[in-house]
């Protein structure tokens, strides 16, 4: 082995070995177990929320596979219909070429699919370079063939069964991106607006009505005023109009619950097409929608004249003046409302009246003795949860789940945007709509409804024809009448990722791969999707799947957020790509990628300031295992993980630890007996005996860690065992009876060298894939283990035989005896090479007999004389002390240290503890240091904290000396 370990070498060998190998595909044998991976958008780059679920999900995956399951992790990705879109037009714009509407259709999807073949290569190389062992050979897109026929099935089936419908209804739009979007796309946070008083004209000129509004550029479209009925102030008003003021309409003075009397002056403007309360309302009373608003949010031509084609706010601050000239504006007060804005272009959202596509999700029974979409679809979805069918890890999140399923409304599944699956429906020119699973079956219902059954065979219509080639073959037979025109919207993007269990299966076909791995073994996701994905995959598999969950258990990992417990976000500056924690980065190439392509260039300083300050030298490199093992270890069951790279570089020296503890164990019996002959006989030592008892303990609790998802507790556990008990302790006692044991000693001790190490290999595999199939490849023949890979072995499973509570009695007296003797060293500073007298005084019978049976350890480890037992009656001399139990061991001073310069040595050690004391009680008693951070405060307390401990510790030891 080389030295030191090279993780670049490492990984790109293994890597490539795996899948060469077909490691990744499952065995064919053995129960099933499954995870669909979260199908990561194809907008850029992979991120470290997609790395720290990964590490998760390649864990559990290889602890399967190991554990004999028929184990796949399905892979692909999301085509991301908004995001991508987005992605691509800011690209176009920057590199200056033509925009999407000047391309038209066709030719900015040739644009997106480029930019797909891109970012979805470099996602597929960021998730190869994580060591995930996925199935490349079943790697599925949401836009391939196979998946696009599913989704129209998905579709058809549900309109088939009376659950989706086209209707006019008042949707959340999106004026920058034209797109209506869903509840769970709009951000609404506080911001500071204004509340506008206008009085609105009695038609009978008796007086006026004043009405409060936040959006004064909606009055144009206004279409009652509404009073509380039990409001005396307005009780006679009821039933009479209003001249509304700008327009030439007389609106009704309607009574409603809805209103609330306090606010305001008790009576509220409606406006049924640009507000959902309003649209309710105006249901109610059957009030018309007059809409006010273009797509882009100007104002359209059927409103009066001076306002046509203004921008909405434009229109805002005319429509205000004209009141105010009008003598109508009453007053104006500052106001903090809710500002609805869409989560990826931050433009404010309207409520907009438009024709779109919705599942039911809200009726009880469609009227004709078929099942409405809550019965069908959401109660089973509640059901899945409440009779155990499928889990939450952690549990409270079912509360989450319930409480948006209960309260759940109609879902708009149609957007206007070119990427994405475009929907089957046809128009034909008197408006009929014809829903088919190709543009031939529209053809099919389109004729058929004219009693023309004969005219597509007729003319040669092939099943697989497009809707062009159709229209054209019927233009030139003169019948144009039945030419069709699809449906241009596209649908939700989580309309077709709903079905991502089973339609990387092979649904709708009933396939083997469906049969076997569905449904799943286990979701692993981010909470910010359980409305988006998660409820809507329980929905949609219930109900295709004829009752069945698609997964059995969903684990709901935190989000990754930067060290002071920020969310990583690019116009925050805080963004880690995971390939430049695992190949490192220099300061300037970090700046100049969190500083390109900001939204607000004018934030660039900033962040070029807060890079500066967080990585003064750039990041080290640490390797994937590094990483990987810093995700696990922070993998709190339902918290968030505060990521820092500098953690993951402390993990990078657990791999040299692991790397360097390997190599003395090959050093220590490559070429020599390993105890492969059984014939020979094997002596075990304490020592040997206490590891492997230990390793048994550790074996127990990884797989209850594994069960549990507590992956923290399992790197925890892996790691004291590793670093602690086998390297630092392990190693150590093994050097006595590989340099003075008998034959059958050292076959013993060389062979509970590999086989232990070639266990806490296998246990670590799941987690640090690379370096333990490295070291793994070299110590497996020493433990007489042959195999292809490690990943192929079994995983360690434990054997309660191997338990030797003595042997680890015996172990834990014998460090916490040299750990005594260490510190007697390390207080006096006394060289570590430097052998000492010991006198051991008031020893029981049990300490007697250890002493006995591990002189050769003790000796050996701390460094020291024999020990000589003093007679009870014999004074001690003057000695430093460490205590066990009841013993006492005693290390006297004289001759050992010069006095007078260990006295001057810790006097300076005292002297400048002190300064460096008094500065942080300094800046801990500045009247500025409580407006400093928590974090820095607390990091100032802990230092002053220290401080004085070690002062006393100092102080303590110097009063020892000075006695002597």
Same mark, same amino acid.
């Given at each position: ?172 739009? +999106? ?72 327009? +030439? ?8 619950? *809805? ?57 805002? %601050? ?37 024709? $779109?596509?919705?599942? +039911? ?47 759940? =409304? ?107 791995? *569905? ?176 390793? =048994? ?9 594994? $069960? ?143 002493? =006995? ?77 409580? %407006? ?33």
């Amino acid at each position: 082995m080389d030295k030191t370990f090279e993780a670049g070498a490492t990984e790109s060998h293994w890597a490539a070995f795996w899948e060469r190998s077909g490691c990744y595909t499952p065995s064919g044998s053995g129960e099933p177990y499954s995870i669909m991976i979260p199908p990561p958008n194809v907008t850029g780059t992979l991120h470290m929320g997609h790395a720290f679920q990964h590490t998760v999900m390649d864990a559990l995956t290889r602890y399967h596979r190991m554990r004999g399951y028929d184990t796949l992790w399905q892979p692909g990705t999301d085509h991301a219909g908004i995001a991508t879109q987005m992605v691509v037009e800011r690209n176009l714009k920057l590199a200056g070429e033509p925009a999407r509407q000047d391309l038209g259709r066709d030719k900015f999807l040739e644009k997106v699919w480029e930019w797909k073949r891109y970012s979805g290569g470099t996602i597929e190389a960021q998730i190869r370079r994580m060591g995930s062992s996925v199935d490349w050979s079943r790697n599925a897109f949401t836009m391939d063939p196979a998946y696009s026929t599913a989704v129209v099935e998905h579709f058809v089936k549900l309109h088939e069964d009376g659950l989706i419908y086209r209707g006019k209804r008042l949707v959340n739009w +999106d004026p920058v991106l034209q797109t209506a979007i869903s509840d769970l796309e709009v951000v609404s946070e506080e911001e500071n607006g204004k509340l506008w008083h206008f009085r609105y004209p009695l038609a009978d000129g008796s007086g006026s009505l004043t009405v409060a509004t936040t959006r004064p550029e909606t009055m144009l479209g206004d279409t009652a005023v509404a009073v509380h009925p039990e409001d005396e102030r307005y009780a006679a008003l009821i039933g009479k109009t209003i001249r509304l003021p700008l327009t +030439d309409r007389e609106i009704p003075i309607v009574a409603d619950d *809805y209103v609330d009397r306090e606010f305001g002056s008790g009576a509220v403007k409606i406006t049924p097409a640009h507000d959902f309360n309003d649209y309710a309302l105006g249901q109610r009373h059957q009030l018309p929608l007059i809409n006010v608003l273009t797509p882009t949010a100007h104002i359209v031509d059927a409103m009066p004249e001076a306002y046509r084609g203004l921008d909405r706010f434009v229109a805002r %601050k005319k429509i205000v003046a004209d009141f105010d000239a009008l003598g109508l504006l009453e007053k104006v007060e500052d106001h903090k409302l809710k500002v609805p804005r869409g989560d990826r272009s931050g433009a404010v959202v309207e409520p907009y009246l438009t024709d $779109q596509w919705f599942v +039911d999700l809200t009726r009880k029974d469609l009227g004709d003795g078929r099942p409405g979409g809550w019965t069908a679809i959401i109660k089973p979805a509640i059901e899945a949860f409440t009779e155990g069918r499928i889990k939450f890890v952690p549990e409270n999140w079912i509360n989450t789940y319930n409480q948006w399923l209960t309260n759940i =409304q109609d879902w708009c599944i149609s957007r206007q945007l070119w990427w994405g699956h475009r929907i089957p429906a046809w128009y034909d020119a008197q408006g009929s709509v014809f829903v088919g699973r190709s543009a031939y079956d529209a053809f099919v219902q389109a004729t058929g409804a004219q009693g023309e059954f004969q005219l597509l065979s007729m003319l040669k219509v092939a099943s697989t024809d497009s809707t062009e080639e159709i229209n054209e073959k019927l233009r030139s037979a003169d019948a144009d009448r039945f030419c069709l025109t699809q449906d241009n919207d596209v649908f939700d993007t989580w309309f077709s990722s709903d079905i991502w269990p089973m339609a990387t299966l092979g649904w709708p076909e009933k396939s083997a791969a469906l049969n076997k791995w *569905y449904p799943s073994s286990v979701l692993v996701t981010g909470f910010d999707i359980i409305f988006f994905w998660v409820a809507r995959m329980v929905m949609m598999g219930r109900y295709f799947m004829n009752g069945e969950v698609p997964f059995r258990e969903v684990y709901i990992t935190g989000l990754v957020r930067d060290p002071e417990g920020n969310k990583m976000s690019k116009s925050k500056g805080n963004v880690l790509d995971p390939l430049d924690v695992i190949d490192g980065i220099t300061l300037e190439d970090l700046i100049a990628k969190r500083t390109t392509g900001l939204m607000k260039p004018e934030t660039a300083p900033k962040i070029e300031a807060k890079t500066r300050k967080d990585y003064p030298k750039g990041i080290e490199a640490v390797g994937t295992d590094a990483l990987r093992f810093t995700f696990a270890a922070l993998a709190t069951q339902g918290r968030d993980v505060r990521f820092d790279a500098a953690r993951a570089a402390g993990y990078r020296n657990f791999c040299n630890k692991i790397w360097n503890a390997a190599r003395y164990v090959l050093i220590s019996c490559e070429d020599q007996d390993t105890g492969l002959d059984a014939s020979l006989p094997v002596e075990l030592s304490t020592a040997d005996l206490w590891i492997a008892s230990r390793l =048994q303990r550790l074996e127990t609790e990884v797989v209850e860690h594994f $069960q549990n998802y507590r992956f923290d507790l399992l790197a925890t556990a892996l790691y004291q065992f590793i670093w602690n008990e086998y390297c630092d302790w392990y190693l150590e006692l093994s050097k006595p009876a590989l340099l003075n044991g008998v034959d059958a000693e050292k076959r013993g001790t060389r062979r509970t060298l590999v086989r232990v190490l070639e266990a806490w290999l296998r246990l670590l595999h799941p987690i640090m894939p690379f370096i333990t199939e490295d070291v793994w490849q070299r110590v497996a023949p020493l433990a007489g283990v042959s195999g292809n890979s490690i990943m192929l072995q079994p995983y360690p499973q434990p054997n309660p035989a191997k338990i030797n509570e003595s042997a680890e009695a015996d172990i834990e007296w014998l460090k916490a005896f040299i750990l005594g003797v260490r510190q007697i060293r390390g207080e006096m500073d006394i060289s570590p090479g430097k052998a000492l007298p010991l006198l051991i005084q008031n020893p029981s019978t049990d300490d007697t007999a250890r002493l =006995q049976r591990l002189i050769g350890s003790i000796e050996f480890l701390a460094r020291v004389e024999a020990p000589r037992v003093l007679d009870p009656s014999e004074q001690a001399p003057q000695s430093a002390t460490a205590l066990l139990g009841a013993m006492k061991l005693l290390v006297p001073m004289a001759g050992l240290i010069d006095k007078e310069a260990e006295l001057a040595r810790l006097t300076r050690r005292i002297a400048a503890l002190e300064s460096d004391l008094a500065k942080t009680q300094a800046r801990v008693d500045n009247p500025n240091f409580a %407006k400093a951070p928590p974090t820095v405060q607390q990091q100032a307390r802990d230092l002053q904290a220290k401080q004085l401990q070690d002062l006393a510790a100092l102080r303590e030891q110097c009063e020892r000396i000075a006695a002597l």
